[in-house]
């Protein structure tokens, strides 16, 4: 869906009263209309022209895979020019709803463990595109919930969390996915709060420094995956741009001026970047800085990586807690259905035939 900003020109060209465009974004953001005639309090003759002129959703859903125990729903986004982009929403116990995205058509970054990198870069998304991965999902939990505009209470029948973990790499599409962020926080679109939406990114210095600027309170992750430049850099090429050295001493600063915590997300891969060594470096590097650290059990692709496994993680743990870091072990769902964060990536286009393309293929 266009931005309010867009859609109040688009009705001004069209010598359509402004008032009409608080009445659209109520039916789309707060009603879950999916179509333009669905929306009744606009006269027909208005309905028409923008069922015609204008789309809500910017993609057509191609596929939809719920797990078995119906925690996540992964979602394949076809857009207008074709492209193919994935997004998942995780329904946590507690009631939360958290929307990973996409922000790119596959990754040029080709971190060596990540399916997104095998697909190199093809292009940006658009903040209409990102922006209505959640829109989709918020309108697909009005739906299966019964949620209405008028319930007091809509906690668990909406999307209140986002992160930017799916596809891409958010840093590298810095404009479109602030733009995206606008719309899913404005009260008037899909009203969730910044401090729910993360931003993970693998390190793009210049971007981190854009940030610190902006005063848009998101949370900042940083993939940071291993504690030398030498051992970075031998699975994550972004590192012999962004030296380690730089990202950490930019990192210091985000923290002393926005005065936020920034996550460290560390996934565990076995024999590579898990052992105890690697565990007292780590936290000899973040030390004294208000960060926390998330370990990410790995979920194995055809690539070649194998999962630390839980005793490894939980001794990882130990030691940088030990340095008084808080440390979390992400809580990974939708595995069964390929869907888990950073797990992302189309591949029924080049026919690798993995359980990914499988089950969307059904
Ligand atoms: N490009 C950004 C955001 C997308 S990747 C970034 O790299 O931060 C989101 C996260 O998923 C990153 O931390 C990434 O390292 C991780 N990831 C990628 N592949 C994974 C896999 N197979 N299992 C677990 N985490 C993975
Ligand atoms: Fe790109 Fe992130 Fe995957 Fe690296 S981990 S290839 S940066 S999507």
């Known amino acids: 869906m266009i931005t309010p900003t867009e859609l109040i020109d688009y009705l001004k060209q069209e010598g359509v009263p402004a008032y009409r465009s608080r009445q659209i974004l109520q039916g789309v953001y707060k009603e879950g209309a999916r179509t333009f005639d669905e929306i009744e309090t606009l006269p027909k003759d208005l309905r028409d022209k923008l069922q015609a002129e204008l789309s809500i959703l910017s993609f057509e859903v191609l596929?939809?895979?719920?797990?078995?125990?119906?925690?996540?729903?992964?979602?394949?986004?076809?857009?207008?020019?074709?492209?193919?982009?994935?997004?998942?929403?995780?329904?946590?116990?507690?009631?939360?709803?958290?929307?990973?995205?996409?922000?790119?058509?596959?990754?040029?970054?080709?971190?060596?463990?990540?399916?997104?990198?095998?697909?190199?870069?093809?292009?940006?998304?658009?903040?209409?595109?990102?922006?209505?991965?959640?829109?989709?999902?918020?309108?697909?939990?009005?739906?299966?919930?019964?949620?209405?505009?008028?319930?007091?209470?809509?906690?668990?029948?909406?999307?209140?969390?986002?992160?930017?973990?799916?596809?891409?790499?958010?840093?590298?599409?810095?404009?479109?996915v602030m733009s995206s962020v606008r719309t899913m926080n404005n009260p008037d679109c899909l009203g969730i709060a910044s401090r729910s939406i993360t931003l993970s990114t693998s390190g793009i210095v210049p971007s981190i420094k854009k940030l610190m600027d902006d005063p848009l309170q998101v949370n900042l992750a940083v993939s940071i995956h291993a504690p030398t430049q030498e051992l970075r850099k031998s699975f994550m090429p972004i590192a012999n741009a962004y030296s380690l050295d730089e990202l950490i001493a930019t990192l210091k600063d985000y923290i002393k001026k926005t005065h936020r915590r920034v996550s460290y997300e560390y996934v565990m891969l076995r024999d590579i970047n898990d052992s105890p060594t690697c565990a007292r470096q780590l936290a000899e590097l973040i030390r004294g800085q208000r960060c926390h650290v998330n370990l990410i059990p790995y979920n194995e692709t055809y690539l070649g990586f194998s999962n630390a496994g839980k005793s490894r993680i939980d001794a990882f743990r130990e030691i940088v807690e030990s340095y008084d870091i808080p440390v979390t072990v992400r809580v990974s769902l939708g595995q069964d259905i390929s869907a888990a964060c950073g797990q992302l990536a189309v591949e029924e286009e080049e026919g690798k035939g993995s359980a990914n393309a499988k089950l969307m293929a059904e």
Do not use: W
């Open 63 to 176: 596929k939809e895979v719920t797990s078995p125990n119906g925690e996540t729903v992964k979602a394949l986004f076809k857009m207008s020019d074709g492209a193919l982009v994935e997004g998942v929403l995780m329904r946590f116990r507690d009631g939360r709803n958290s929307v990973c995205v996409s922000s790119q058509v596959g990754c040029g970054l080709k971190c060596s463990f990540c399916a997104t990198g095998t697909m190199g870069f093809k292009r940006n998304l658009t903040s209409e595109e990102i922006a209505d991965q959640v829109l989709y999902f918020d309108q697909y939990l009005k739906r299966t919930t019964g949620a209405t505009a008028k319930d007091p209470d809509q906690s668990g029948k909406r999307v209140d969390h986002v992160i930017f973990m799916g596809m891409g790499e958010p840093f590298l599409n810095y404009e479109a």
